[in-house]
């Protein structure tokens, strides 16, 4: 189940563009890389604080609006913040990426047996550690960063996928995205803080007889969301 939502995200990720960060050919391609791995997905399942006491409600909600709502654009409300995706309208990019996410949406789908609300209820949650959490930060500001530049540039979505740019908005992308990659591969631990979590909790759902643990973060003054670019390029 991890690695079909894995796939999801590579229609999300960076305008469709950026997925070799999360790719598992292209990320295992050195020991240190997967040796980076490791140590990632250690520091994402040590729990340093008890459960607390709670129905789950507010994340089998957004779980189940993710896998079976069967609305690429809710899925993109349930999965980034709220920001990202104003600055996703901004550029014109929201109708283009959520059809991207429908077809990888549709093509993982097709192997896996259809599920109704029914299949997936919660089954506990824990803490995630500092450490991780702070490489989710940076990530998710990285990854935001891409969208605002765009927009506070005037760069549309279309001029980016034409590669109708200008010099300076082509060094403006350029810019952006090398820093995206940098903060993918671990290389650059300290980007500017755009994106910051009110709290993250690692959570077990059941699903179809089988239990999985997915990532769910909340942004101030936002609802719960579903984790997907952290899961695409930490693999954790």
Do not use: H
Request: charged share 25%; net charge negative; hydrophobic share 35%.
């Amino acid at each position: 189940m991890k690695k079909m939502l894995a796939f999801f995200t590579a229609a999300i990720c960076c305008l469709g563009m950026l997925t070799a960060c999360g790719n598992s050919e292209s990320s295992n391609n050195s020991d240190s890389q997967a040796s980076d791995k490791a140590a990632t997905s250690s520091a994402a399942s040590e729990s340093e604080e008890p459960a607390r006491e709670n129905s789950g409600d507010e994340y089998t909600e957004v779980f189940r609006t993710f896998f079976i709502g069967k609305d690429p654009i809710q899925m993109l409300e349930v999965s980034l913040p709220d920001v990202v995706i104003e600055s996703m309208e901004k550029i014109g990019a929201v109708e283009s990426i959520s059809e991207a996410l429908a077809t990888a949406a549709a093509q993982s789908m097709s192997a896996v047996p259809v599920m109704d609300a029914g299949m997936i209820e919660y089954v506990s949650e824990r803490e995630c550690t500092p450490e991780f959490r702070s490489r989710l930060e940076n990530l998710y500001s990285a990854y935001y960063n891409i969208y605002r530049t765009m927009d506070e540039s005037g760069i549309s979505y279309e001029e980016y996928i034409t590669g109708n740019l200008d010099e300076n908005g082509m060094k403006l992308l350029s810019d952006v995205l090398d820093r995206y990659e940098r903060v993918c591969a671990g290389e650059e631990t300290e980007a500017e803080q755009l994106i910051s979590f009110e709290d993250v909790r690692l959570v077990t759902f059941s699903m179809n007889g089988g239990q999985t643990e997915f990532l769910m973060y909340k942004v101030s003054g936002e609802g719960w969301k579903l984790d997907t670019i952290g899961l695409a390029v930490f693999e954790y």
